[in-house]
């Protein structure tokens, strides 16, 4: 009976059936594309595998690494599935690189340095000193770091940590640092924080000033509410993920210079080379001559970085990147036996190292070069990104692929740097807003009906990048419209399965999953927690705290605020207009200044009442916090800030 019933369901309604998009398969188009991939590049080669697991000690025990109230920082398990051939919902190069990335455990790169491999994002590495480790890159969380501490110890003995090198200002190199080193003995000198010139205030410029934005868009770029499946996610190309838990900034007791310098850290030469504005607007590499080892950072890894990073940051000079690199290859090339960094595996042999370094210095120079030639040609962002095509070493280097940034991507950004967003076209200078534009362009298609069957049309053909354009259009015009926002996840789901790139594929799988199941994520990582705000100096916390100061709810006319904090010898005046919300730091005194309103409480405090874990109120009335002056002013600065929507909507309006 159940097939008779199916039969006639499908005599009575055929259009019904044939237009229900598909969903969670791979159609002919996308076969046919991976498989064209596969051809094109030799897939089957082993040298990567032999690197990434030349030198394995040991694994972490156990296959949760859970955080201090219990929840899950990593679970070793998820990426079991990844082996054998790729399948039909996965780019073959990408399968391959997800592969490499999900080998993992504590490898000895030379005797005395190690890695602590594919239990975050990033790499950890262990440097044996005189006296104990020097740990560079302490991940993203602390619970993989405190793990991954624990087995080197078990493994090669237990040793202090006595000094923490953060290569660069990104949260997934110092937000676990609270697993290897606690404030306390940073403070009392017993560990040394290391650092590029100029990192404290790049990194409090992403974590806390662009934060929420960016955490938004980090679910996106890594797809973090991704199951880990063949149809969801596979790994993000830099690495398989971000490890779960709250993230800590602790200020770095010692900046190398821009001019870089040589420094003894517990027995062991570090030669430090600058590399700001490169991957990072704050960045090291360093030489380790008693090794004849290369630490490359993030600068030189085993895939094309981002110049843009989707998840958002400031555009990175890619003619600058290409020269670090070469002074790299200049200065170290010759003398080292090899070459790690803090994402991947090493590179063995000198010879295999300079064509690294030579083959990474080319893929950031061609996509500068090859961008701004056609731009002085007159191409625009998005005609250049279509034509930028690949260098010949692309072809047989894995380690320049599209993992991570792509060239089409890069090219724009590359545009973006040099001209900006606009490109010279008069019609793009002031477009209409996306709804507004997306109705309009419903209605010259012929309305809702007719739009519709133009995108089905090009789904069928295989045009996604067409159908996505279209479905766009249909679920910006009306949000509430089911059938264009399942074509339009099918539409997406089938970019992500042909892409190359991690992030492109969790971009767009992401973006599929929340047209299906609206925009639901259990867990993200934090940037504004007490241990990340704790460690910013006071103006400024309170620079990012002005960005959430909205004119239209200020209350009165304004006046002039200070703020003194007694355990941290810091002030901070607030100058509060109607429309401006300015911080000045100001010399720590304890003089009245005239202010109309003088406030005096802990730092401590003011996290927890920022966090909300403390009331003003009951701070008053305690005396914990003393308000003097007009009362009313601090209550306008306080009522006038937006409260945040960390989850706010992407792939709707």
């Known amino acids: 009976m159940k097939f008779r019933a199916a039969l006639v369901l499908t005599t009575a309604f055929p259009l019904l059936l044939a237009n229900s998009p598909p969903e969670g398969t791979a159609t002919e188009a996308t076969r046919t594309a991976n498989a064209e991939v596969a051809a094109s590049l030799p897939i089957a080669d082993q040298t990567d595998f032999e690197n990434a697991k030349r030198g394995f000690l040991a694994k972490i025990a156990g296959d949760e690494i859970l955080n201090e109230d219990g929840s899950v920082a990593w679970d070793s398990r998820q990426f079991d599935f990844i082996e054998g051939a790729a399948p039909d919902t996965v780019n073959p190069s990408l399968w391959r690189q997800a592969k490499l990335n999900s080998i993992h455990g504590l490898f000895e790169v030379v005797p005395g340095i190690y890695q602590i491999r594919g239990y975050d994002l990033a790499q950890m590495t262990l440097i044996a000193g005189k006296t104990g480790w020097i740990v560079v890159d302490p991940l993203t969380t602390p619970a993989p770091v405190k793990a991954g501490l624990a087995l080197a110890n078990k493994t090669l003995g237990n ?24 404030p306390e003995d940073i403070r009392a000198g017993k560990v040394q924080v290391i650092a590029p010139h100029g990192f404290l205030a790049e990194a409090i410029g992403e974590s806390v000033i662009a934060g929420t934005a960016m955490n938004r868009r980090v679910q996106f770029q890594f797809g973090t509410a991704l199951p880990a499946g063949k149809t969801g996610h596979v790994g993000g190309g830099l690495g398989q993920k971000i490890s779960s838990g709250d993230v800590a900034l602790i200020p770095p007791t010692r900046s190398i210079s821009k001019d870089g310098e040589t420094l003894l850290v517990d027995g062991i030469s570090f030669d430090f080379m600058d590399a700001g504005e490169t991957e990072a607007p704050a960045e090291l590499v360093f030489y380790l001559p008693q090794f004849n080892a290369l630490h490359t950072a993030e600068v030189a890894t085993r895939t094309f970085h981002n110049v843009l990073t989707p998840r958002g940051a400031l555009v990175r000079d890619t003619l600058k990147w290409s020269k670090v690199i070469d002074a790299m290859l200049d200065k170290y090339g010759s003398k080292s036996d090899v070459m790690l960094a803090s994402h991947h595996w090493p590179t063995w042999g000198s010879g295999n190292v300079r064509t690294a370094l030579k083959n990474q210095r080319g893929i950031y120079r061609y996509v500068h070069d090859q961008t701004m030639r056609q731009a002085n040609q007159g191409a625009t962002m998005h005609e250049i990104a279509e034509n930028i095509g690949e260098p010949d070493f692309a072809k047989s280097d894995f380690g320049v692929r599209d993992y991570y940034g792509t060239l089409n991507h890069n090219s724009k950004a590359v545009y973006q740097r040099y001209f900006g967003w606009w490109d010279a076209v008069p019609a793009h200078y002031h477009q209409l807003p996306p709804v507004e534009a997306s109705k309009k362009y419903v209605a010259a298609m012929g309305g809702a009906a007719k739009a519709l069957a133009i995108g089905e049309k090009a789904f069928a053909s295989g045009d996604y990048r067409w159908a996505a354009t279209v479905f766009n259009h249909l679920v910006f015009a009306d949000s509430a419209s089911e059938t264009a926002r399942k074509w339009l996840a099918s539409t997406y789901e089938q970019l992500g399965f042909q892409a190359e790139a991690g992030t492109w594929r969790n971009i767009y799988l992401v973006g599929a999953k929340e047209l299906r199941e609206g925009n639901i994520v259990k867990d993200s990582i934090s940037t504004a927690n007490a241990k990340v705000l704790s460690g910013i100096p006071a103006v400024d916390l309170f620079d990012a705290m002005a960005t959430r100061f909205n004119p239209a709810k200020m209350q009165g006319d304004g006046g002039i605020i200070r703020f003194w904090f007694p355990d941290r010898k810091e002030a901070v005046s607030i100058d509060l207009g109607k429309s401006v919300m300015f911080p000045r730091r100001e010399i720590y005194t304890v003089t009245a200044d005239g202010s109309d309103t003088q406030i005096t409480i802990s730092r401590a405090l003011f996290t927890k009442l920022l966090i909300r874990e403390a009331d003003a109120l009951d701070l008053i009335q305690k005396k914990d916090m ?10 306008a600065m306080f009522g006038a800030f937006d409260e945040v929507n960390p989850q706010f909507d992407i792939v709707t309006p």
């Not at 003393?626 to 209550?635: D, E, I, K, R």
């Open 159 to 182: 040793r202090p940590v006595v000094a923490v090198i953060f290569t660069h200002s990104h949260g997934d190199h110092f937000g676990g640092v609270a697993g290897v080193a606690s």
């Open 626 to 635: 003393v308000v003097t002056g007009n009362v009313a002013l601090m209550a």
